[in-house]
């Protein structure tokens, strides 16, 4: 019988590789915390000099967007509760993390959004118009009143819509990033989530794949501490989501998201990294949602006060900014030049609601287009039967709101 | 909960529909140690359409469990402790997003019983809003009756009133299959008058038989859920000009109650469906083909009419959205439609 093992044999063709060995049982539990990256500290006092970096008119675009953000948020939030809009979502405290990183990227960069990045959108030029215009869903609408207030996109800006379930721009990242490098492209694909949509299954893929297949994702998770009223502590545990991202291969950086020096510097650094490694990077935002998750919300009732006003007076990304600018020289700081920078910013949010309510809604037509590239058979014989319905019963409905009547 | 039930006069109680669901829920996990609630934001926060208000409170974390945002993970965790014997109700913020977690309700919830040639069962509910809401556009706004109840292997039901939602959800509940539970977000505010009966512990709906809302004799209207009250407007309305309709509530998508439908079209002789969701494999498509098969297509004297929504992702806008959906006035065209 030739079929007997011949040990001797088998050994030297297994290649040992003896560092690989313990000899006791040692469980691995903490890994050493990762530290935030920081520039400025709370009093906007410079800590990190060689990243004081940023070009001073680009460093004032930013703050005066900021400020701007800030208002027109509030006046947003309010319209909701006087019925002029259905909903709405504001991102106070969180701007250092949207305007910042969307600065320090390149326009070709497509952008994944979640929901709460309007600092990416109007950093790019998206105007306060554009977003009224959507969130009453009136025929200037760029979206044809087909979505739901704050779920906007832009083909011109590169950044692709809102979709409300979660976390599933996050593989379609992976996807885009996978495609800029095959096709050699100066381009990356940025995703931002949350850290409660970190928690779907979705995200798990899409950080296999993007560091597997080689991708030029950015992967930007902002840690604003709630999803809803969801804390942290029990929506993971670990290092926050920064902990998991090294256990995919992934290089990994976790940012004062409060900090906007800090965040310029870290995602110019990735996006620089990514583009010359042809490969995936991830970083989080450590930052704090002052305001609730939606109009929708009551926040007060699962948090205090006092943690809401400790983050919003101790840990604030504007004064942050503010501080740093004065301290430095780098902007005049004359009340009545911000006072008019925020007073002419609510004019125009005003004015934008006043013009979109009078504007008509979309046309009927706008029912049945883009369901497909052409409109269907059986979508025209509806769209016949539909204007047929209106015609007869044209005084039950309120045509002349409808652009382009029947 | 029960002290939230208005005492109108004796005999009865006005309750809305989200608080029949609460007390239902309330009431089963009073009476058995194994059956829990899980879901997104159902503790403290009292649920995200405060449907489950109250019972964080009185239940604790032990009973009511809060998750992180995983439907994937979630619903496999609740399917794992069914199999093992433990009867959750699984609440979905919207079954829109059950979309993440389907995998599990299908190919694990469903077909195990069967796989297993009966070795694991899956005692589970599954609920949450379906259909549309008002304003939230296309990613919200699904109907799910059609998928669910092509499914074999999964109970289908969806309740119209706080009678429907007591009854059917208990039931549910206490059924050792898994069982499908489509609420509707509209609905829940909707206030009715409950006899005292329905809100006894053990009241109980039969899964699998329809309820006549309305008697009739000039044609059948086979509608479910939200759709039962524009169904109802519609009949009141042609009351007035001398038309009598019967109303057939199915409570139960899966099993359909054929028979119900078929002795009432032995009666009036035409047929109008009435749902919310698309028409393409809907439940009016599966209705139309039913009555076909069986004796019922000998006493029509018509061809049967559906009314659905359009055959679009449904839109934001405020008019838009309205003409996406049927309303009574259409259900009220269909049924002189099917009577020319």
Not at chain 2, 14 to 25: P, Q
């Amino acid at each position: 019988m030739k079929h007997f093992m011949r040990f001797s044999k088998i050994s030297k063709a297994f290649k040992e590789v003896p560092s690989q060995y313990v000899y006791q049982i040692n469980p691995i539990k903490n890994f050493e915390p990762i530290k935030q990256f920081r520039v400025i500290d709370l009093e906007g006092n410079l800590v990190a000099k060689e990243y004081n970096n940023i070009p001073k008119e680009i460093l004032n675009q930013i703050f005066e967007l900021m400020i701007s953000i800030e208002e027109m948020d509030n006046l947003l939030y309010m319209s909701q509760r006087q019925g002029k809009i259905s909903f709405y979502m504001t991102s106070f405290g969180e701007t250092a993390t949207t305007v910042g990183t969307t600065a320090a990227l390149q326009p070709q960069d497509f952008i994944f959004p979640q929901y709460r990045e309007q600092g990416s959108f109007m950093w790019r030029g998206f105007t306060i118009e554009q977003i009224v215009n959507q969130c009453i869903g009136n025929h200037l609408d760029g979206g044809k009143g087909r979505q739901m207030p704050v779920h906007y996109g832009s083909k011109d800006l590169n950044i692709v819509t809102v979709s409300s379930p979660l976390t599933t721009q996050v593989p379609q990242a992976s996807g885009a990033g996978y495609g800029f490098r095959v096709n050699g492209e100066n381009k990356i694909a940025a995703t931002w989530f949350g850290e409660g949509a970190a928690s779907e299954g979705d995200f798990h893929s899409a950080m296999n794949f993007a560091q597997t297949l080689k991708c030029q994702t950015l992967f930007l998770c902002r840690n604003n501490h709630y999803a809803i009223s969801t804390p942290t502590d029990d929506q993971f545990r670990g290092d926050t989501i920064a902990g998991k991202a090294p256990a995919y291969g992934m290089r990994t950086l976790k940012i004062d998201g409060n900090d906007l020096l800090a965040v310029y510097n870290g995602v110019k650094y990735a996006r620089e990294e990514i583009i010359k490694n042809k490969e995936p990077f991830f970083i989080e935002f450590i930052t704090y949602r002052i305001g609730d998750h939606s109009t929708s919300d009551h926040s007060v009732l699962y948090r205090s006060q006092e943690e809401i006003d400790s983050w919003k007076s101790g840990n604030n990304p504007i004064n942050r900014l503010g501080l740093f600018l004065k301290k430095q020289g780098l902007r005049q700081f004359n009340d009545d030049h911000d006072n008019q920078i925020r007073k002419d910013v609510r004019n125009r949010v005003i004015a934008a609601l006043k013009h979109g309510s009078e504007q008509q809604s979309p046309s009927i037509q706008d029912l049945f287009t883009d369901v497909y590239d052409e409109v269907l058979p059986h979508l025209q014989e509806q769209y016949t039967e539909l204007r047929e319905h209106l015609t007869k019963y044209k005084d039950q409905y309120p045509i002349n709101k409808f652009k382009g009547g029947l | 909960m029960l002290r939230i039930v208005h005492k109108l006069r004796s005999g009865f109680a006005k309750m809305t529909v989200r608080e029949a669901i609460n007390s239902a829920m309330a009431q089963e996990i009073e009476r058995d140690s194994n059956v829990f609630l899980i879901g997104e934001e159902v503790g403290q926060y009292q649920g995200a359409y405060k449907v489950s208000k109250g019972l964080y409170d009185r239940f604790g974390k032990s009973r009511i469990w809060d998750t992180p945002i995983t439907e994937a993970g979630f619903t496999g965790l609740s399917v794992g402790a069914a199999m093992y014997g433990l009867k959750p109700i699984v609440e979905f913020m919207t079954f829109n997003f059950a979309m993440q977690a389907i995998d599990h309700v299908i190919n694990s919830a469903a077909k195990l019983h069967y796989m297993s040639a009966g070795g694991l069962r899956t005692s589970i509910v599954f609920r949450g809003i379906n259909g549309a809401a008002a304003s939230v556009a296309a990613q919200h706004s699904q109907c799910f009756a059609a998928w669910y109840s092509q499914v074999p292997g999964l109970i289908v039901l969806s309740p119209y009133d706080c009678d429907d939602a007591r009854g059917l959800l208990k039931a549910a509940v206490r059924d050792p299959n898994p069982v499908v539970f489509l609420e509707n977000e509209i609905m829940y505010n909707e206030a009715f008058e409950v006899p005292d009966n329905v809100m006894d512990k053990d009241y109980l709906i039969p899964i699998g038989k329809a309820k006549i809302m309305r008697e009739g004799k000039d044609v059948t209207i086979v509608t479910f859920s939200k759709m039962v009250k524009f169904s109802m407007l519609a009949a009141a309305e042609l009351e007035r000009e001398g038309i009598s309709c019967e109303v057939i509530n199915l409570r139960t998508l899966k099993p359909l109650d054929r028979n119900t439908i078929i002795e009432s079209i032995k009666k009036t002789h035409r047929v109008v469906t009435v749902e919310e969701g698309w028409g393409q494999c809907g439940i009016g498509a599966e209705i139309c083909s039913v009555i076909n098969e069986t004796n019922a297509f000998f006493h029509l004297d018509a061809p049967i009419v559906r009314v659905t929504g359009a055959d679009i992702p449904t839109p934001y806008a405020f008019n838009l959205e309205e003409l996406s959906f049927p309303k009574a006035h259409n259900i009220v065209e269909a049924v002189k439609l099917v009577l020319k």
